[in-house]
T-cell receptor
Framework: AAGVIQSPRHLIKEKRETATLKCYPIPRHDTVYWYQQGPGQDPQFLIS???????DKGSIPDRFSAQQFSDYHSELNMSSLELGDSALYFC????????????FGPGTRLLVL | QQQVKQSPQSLIVQKGGISIINCAYE??????FPWYQQFPGKGPALLIA?????SEKKEGRFTISFNKSAKQFSLHIMDSQPGDSATYFC?????????????FGSGTQLTVLP
């Protein structure tokens, strides 16, 4: 079965640079979530989208922005990167009517030097 | 403030033993409680979940026990196997418009010895 696809899988950036992470949800899933997981930490909710509209916002820094496109894929844009942004970034998707079940992608490991 | 508290932080169990991980929550508006299993370098995978109107749910070797009055729930892994060695996260969610954000516990690193 098709799963959530994230790209790139690994990313190395310098401080103050910009990064763009991409997420392709499971086909027919219309809701996308972004989570950030620091080393040894639990995943923290950043933001979610339903039908291309932002539906909820968590602890997402103002330096980050995200959107969901017409094909339901989502992009997380991160600017003015800081060392503390180094983390695993997960995307998850769910289907309307079954929102409780979120399927996670393999994650993008971002390292900021 | 951790809305979902999980313990223990780490757990070592012999093969064939029972692994028990506990979680407690504060927000009584939470209405869905999943458990996720995560292997190193991988995304969390949904293992089993329960709603607060049910006291117990069993799927194979995995059982969730739920105590609504105490605001606690636990995961029991029967006949633990080395392949179960992973990090386990409890989580809680509530409906927020058309999506549900998950609030995770701090995780339990389970090691099952052969």
């Amino acid at each position: 079965a098709a799963g959530v696809i994230q790209s790139p899988r690994h990313l190395i950036k310098e401080k103050r640079e910009t990064a763009t992470l991409k997420c392709y949800p499971i086909p027919r899933h219309d809701t996308v979530y972004w989570y950030q997981q620091g080393p040894g930490q639990d995943p923290q909710f950043l933001i979610s989208f339903y039908e291309k509209m932002q539906s909820d916002k968590g602890s997402i820094p103002d330096r980050f922005s995200a959107q969901q496109f017409s094909d339901y894929h989502s992009e997380l844009n991160m600017s003015s990167l800081e060392l503390g942004d180094s983390a695993l970034y997960f995307c998850a998707s769910s289907l309307a009517g079954a929102e409780e079940t979120q399927y996670f992608g393999p994650g993008t490991r971002l390292l900021v030097l | 403030q951790q809305q979902v508290k999980q313990s223990p932080q780490s757990l070592i169990v012999q093969k064939g033993g029972i692994s028990i991980i506990n979680c407690a929550y504060e927000n009584t508006a939470f209405d869905y409680f999943p458990w996720y299993q995560q292997f190193p370098g991988k995304g969390p995978a949904l293992l089993i979940a329960i709603r607060p109107d049910v006291s117990e749910k069993k799927e194979g070797r995995f059982t969730i026990s739920f105590n609504k009055s105490a605001k606690q729930f636990s995961l029991h892994i029967m006949d633990s196997q080395p392949g179960d060695s992973a990090t386990y996260f409890c989580a809680a969610s509530l409906a927020s418009g058309s999506a549900r954000q998950l609030t995770f516990g701090s995780g339990t690193q389970l090691t099952v010895l052969p």
